[in-house]
């Protein structure tokens, strides 16, 4: 044995294992402030006014809501591509959870299952006439009305049955049956 040469590790049975590297005692942060970063690690941006204080993920304010009482007045009419304005639309789940819409126009719009020529809202529905039914609605009042237009297998308004010709006031959240097809109605002014 030799002095002041290092001592070979003992290897073998019975031998100390190797000895990890030292820990560094954890540090005393002060409440707010930032803890001390590791390595290679990238501080996050401060937040103005705390120094050492890291900021929270950015927040985004949700629209304000408004309650419908708080609007003045109606909401202003929106122009179709042919000068018609939008009254309301006509909904419906029944082949898409998500829900189909077609606008209703002020004047004129024929419901029908035929996607010829005076159709405006095409129905993908085999019990609906070729020219079931039309709405008739006033932009400058806001009414819409249904009119059965002589179909095969009726036009329901609510449950009920208008007669060929028969032209009633649709109202928000009727329901609308055209052949084996239901509606909502959804009105911008009611």
């Known amino acids: 044995m030799s002095f002041g ?3 070979a590790p003992a290897v073998g049975f019975g031998a100390a294992p ?23 690690a990238i501080a996050p941006p401060p937040v103005v006014g705390r120094p050492g204080a890291v900021a929270p993920p950015p927040m ?20 179709a591509p042919s000068g018609r ?11 898409d959870p998500s829900g189909s819409f077609w606008p209703i126009y002020s004047g004129r719009t ?22 079931h039914a039309s709405v ?12 059965d237009d002589g179909s095969r297998n009726g036009t329901f308004l609510n449950e009920q049955k208008l007669a060929p010709a028969d032209r009633r ?17 959804k009105l911008l002014v009611s």
Request: glycine residues 10%; hydrophobic residues 45%; without cysteine.
């Open 110 to 131: 024929q419901l029908g299952r035929s996607s010829g020529e005076g159709v405006d809202i095409a129905l993908p529905d085999a019990s609906a006439s070729s020219r």
């Open 18 to 40: 190797p000895m990890a590297p030292p820990v560094a005692a954890p540090q005393a942060v002060a409440f707010g402030a930032a803890p001390p970063l590791s390595a290679g």
């Open 60 to 79: 985004f304010a949700p629209p304000p809501l408004v309650s419908p009482g708080t609007l003045s007045g109606p909401p202003a009419p929106v122009a």
């Open 169 to 185: 006031q649709l109202r928000d959240n009727d329901r609308l049956r055209l052949g084996s097809t239901t509606f909502v109605v």
């Open 85 to 95: 304005v939008l009254v309301g639309f006509l909904v419906t789940f029944q082949n």
């Open 5 to 7: 040469a290092p001592a």
């Open 136 to 147: 008739h609605a006033d932009s400058a009042t806001g009414q819409a009305f249904i009119e």
